[in-house]
């Protein structure tokens, strides 16, 4: 990777590959002040191996690689200029090579991508760098050759739901925050593939969320497909369930580093598809997406036709050898022949000895590298022009000057004949790649029907309620899900399902309050992952599901604070949420957590309720506001966008006990009952005690739901429409936006 620092934030240029499957990506891009894009890009590839140019990068670029990487990521300082090249060098590197020149092209001309970056230093610098590296594996002609290079988008705004790299760690999608396994998450939910490659195209889907409605509504016919007929599901399952990694194995093919064993597995492999798609091709459903895919699949019966008899697959199995059959590779056989017509000479040879000498226990004996010499006993007397070679008690062994040449020539036919051998897996391997892409055409075919069969077995394994989720087209965003249960949770019988409603005719904002513990990040999270699975395109397990395309979700989660770029818990909560502020839009999904809890109360109220009536007034996006300051559900009574809920408990005052109900219902909690939650920790009475009776004198937020109770009485009004009202009149009517001044009114009528 390759980055530049300037004023307004950071510009990265990123090259990575998976050299199993020779698949590189590249990518240059504008990043914010907090690296959203570059930390997001990092969650998604999980790089096992880093290239960076010594001194020249960020302390918060090494952050975000260090708190992205695992422990047995491997870090590589390159030099500037001679290990990691230059845009300029790259280039020339590049030309001078001939990576791309082919035996119908000697152009060479560089892959679309790789033309488009030409002129994008970053870009090709890093590039240049990783070819570099490459080159010192000694695997840049295996790999680069290939010229399957593409960009790489991280956001993919356009067409996919966001997904930041902070969203991806908070919500749980690849790894738990446990022990960081998969256990618990999203993707070992859905990831029921068979083959390998289909578990990294699932990969991208969950990474990379469809937003439009229609390729939504697609895949999920697809699944109901699937489900209401089980045979292709079945069949696909069957026939397919032990196919090799071909994606990789085919690249391994390119670069001549391929296996006999391994090729064998690859030509069957490939039977096996075209077996099992000719079988699926009967069972299409209509025009949907099922019958594109298989209506797309590649004629592979025309390449497999040469393969079915080329070699021996018995002997390739056992032996590790190609060996061609008949009439395949014309210098094999023919040096073949020469073998066998100069085996039948010296059989002749023999029998003319033994008639001469009138005794049958003549043989040919072989003594290291001298094959074929005459062994006779030594009683047996022999011609003078014959030579000695070696003798034992009972046998000598000779050459005669005609056996020496039929030997020779029999030892260079032999010679011949085994280089010939060892050129034809290289000729097998170039024939077979010629037909590369159409071989990859076929793994990706069927890696998204392994997807999509995934999403259906997924789909039927959430148990009862479960619904196929209604996507509709609105300009207020809408969310609507009743009896909803976490996705991840599925196999737990006696989990609470809860209604979620945001959006459309109700408010925008829930405003959740709740004592501690009482489930309310599990909403949080819960309706996030249950939006998510939806635009994947998969059921949901709740009663019914309906919900406008969200184009982003976007989450402020836990605390954490950044030692090593001096940043407090506080610090890194208002950086998160300043990026919410700037990038959500109306159709996003925002989740804030305990927002202002990193600092004093007086602060942490008054940025909470800044930032509530912003996202609430200004921004129009839906979501929640999980807070423990009670004070803000009374600033927001009146307000037409946000509403109050709470998590439902039964208290116990007596014992100090607080049993959760796990509900969520409209209201307010009474309080967040951090004294019971202490009791039940065992903390002593004594204490608790006394830590009444200072939050009764001195807890700041409860006395400011106090006058704001008695405020309330007379003529009060919330200091967010007062704000708007003042910003209003000082900029001359223009300095709200329209939806702005829409909420306005609407807030003022509700006064």
Request: proline share 4%; hydrophobic share 40%; net charge negative.
């Amino acid at each position: 990777m390759q980055e530049t620092v300037s004023e307004i934030g950071f510009t990265f240029g990123v090259a990575f590959a998976d050299c199993a499957t020779s698949q590189f990506h590249i990518t240059e891009f504008d990043d914010d002040a907090d690296m959203t894009k570059f930390e997001t890009l990092v969650a998604q590839v999980r790089p096992k191996e880093l290239l960076l140019e010594k001194s020249c990068i960020s302390a918060k670029a090494l952050r975000i690689l260090k708190n992205n990487t695992g422990p047995t990521t491997i870090w590589n300082y390159l030099k500037p200029g001679k290990e990691f090249w230059t845009a300029d060098t790259a280039c020339r590197e590049l030309d001078a090579s001939g990576y791309f020149i082919k035996e119908d092209d000697k152009s060479g001309a560089w892959p679309t991508a790789l033309t488009e970056a030409r002129e994008k230093e970053l870009v090709m610098s890093a590039f240049g760098a990783l070819v570099q590296y490459l080159r010192l594996l000694k695997i840049d002609r295996d790999t680069v050759t290939l010229g399957n290079i593409s960009w790489y988008d991280p956001i993919r705004t356009a067409t996919s739901l966001v997904l930041d790299g902070q969203s991806l760690i908070n919500l749980e999608i690849f790894a738990n925050t446990f022990d960081g396994g998969p256990d618990g998450t999203l993707f070992a939910m859905l990831n029921r593939c068979i083959s390998p490659f289909g578990k990294r195209m699932l990969k991208q889907w969950v990474q990379h969320p469809l937003a439009d409605a229609a390729k939504i509504n697609a895949r999920l016919d697809a699944v109901d497909a699937l489900n209401a007929d089980n045979i292709i599901m079945d069949r696909f399952t069957a026939s397919l369930s032990k196919l090799p990694d071909l994606e990789r194995l085919i690249s391994r093919v390119h670069a001549g580093r391929c296996k006999v064993q391994e090729f064998v597995k690859v030509i069957e492999g490939f039977d096996q598809i075209e077996y099992t798609m000719s079988l699926l091709k009967q069972f299409g459903h209509g025009e949907g997406l099922l019958r594109q895919l298989l209506s797309a699949m590649p004629d592979l019966a025309t390449p497999l036709k040469h393969w079915k008899d080329a070699f021996d697959k018995d002997t390739a199995k056992t032996h590790g050898l190609l060996v061609p059959k008949p009439g395949v590779e014309e210098d094999f056989d023919q040096s073949h022949d020469d073998i066998a017509e100069t085996m039948v000479e010296l059989d002749n040879y023999l029998h003319k000895q033994r008639k001469a000498l009138g005794t049958p226990k003549i043989v040919y004996s072989d003594n290291g590298k001298e094959i074929k010499q005459l062994e006779l006993p030594k009683n047996v007397k022999v011609p003078s022009s014959w030579s000695q070679m070696s003798a034992t008690k009972a046998v000598t062994r000779y050459y005669t000057p005609e056996l020496r040449k039929m030997v020779r020539r029999l030892q260079e036919a032999q010679e011949t004949h085994s280089q010939i051998a060892k050129d034809v897996a290289g000729r097998f391997y170039a024939r077979f790649d010629e037909d590369y892409n159409t071989w990859l055409a076929a793994i990706k075919i069927i890696a998204q029907l392994d997807c999509l069969i995934s999403l259906a077995k997924a789909s039927a394994s959430l148990g009862e309620p479960s619904c196929r989720p209604t996507f509709i087209q609105s300009e207020r965003a809408v969310l609507d899900f009743c009896d909803l249960r976490h996705p991840c949770m599925y196999n737990v019988p006696d989990f609470i399902p809860n209604d979620i409603t945001l959006g459309g005719a109700t408010p925008n904002i829930d405003l959740l309050t709740g004592a501690n513990a009482a489930g309310k990040s599990t909403i949080l999270r819960m309706t996030c992952v249950a939006v998510i699975l939806a635009q994947i395109g998969c059921h949901l397990p709740c009663v019914s599901a309906t919900l406008t395309p969200i184009d982003r979700i976007m989450s402020r989660l836990g605390a954490n604070d950044n030692i090593f770029a001096a940043q407090s818990t506080f610090f890194v909560e208002l950086a998160e949420t300043k990026k919410i502020l700037s990038e959500a839009t109306p159709h996003s999904l925002v989740i804030l957590d305990e927002l202002g809890r990193g600092t004093s109360s007086y602060d942490g109220v008054a940025v909470a309720q800044a930032v509530l009536h912003h996202i609430a007034t200004h921004v129009g996006c839906i979501g929640f506001f999980a807070t423990h300051y009670h004070s803000l559900a009374l600033e927001f009574a009146a307000h037409p966008e946000i509403r109050t809920v709470r998590m439902a408990i039964d208290v116990d005052e007596a014992e100090r006990r607080v049993t959760f109900l796990f509900r969520l219902e409209d209201g307010v909690a009474e309080g967040s009952f951090g004294m019971h939650c202490a009791s039940m920790c065992g903390i002593p009475r004594k204490v608790i005690e006394r830590a009444e009776e200072a939050a009764r004198e001195w807890e700041y937020t409860s006395r400011l739901k106090g006058s704001l109770e008695r405020a309330r009485g007379g003529s009060y009004g919330p200091l967010g429409l007062q704000s708007d009202v003042a910003w209003m009149l000082r900029e001359g009517g223009g300095g709200l936006e329209e939806r702005g001044l829409d909420v306005l009114l609407r807030a003022i009528k509700a006064l």
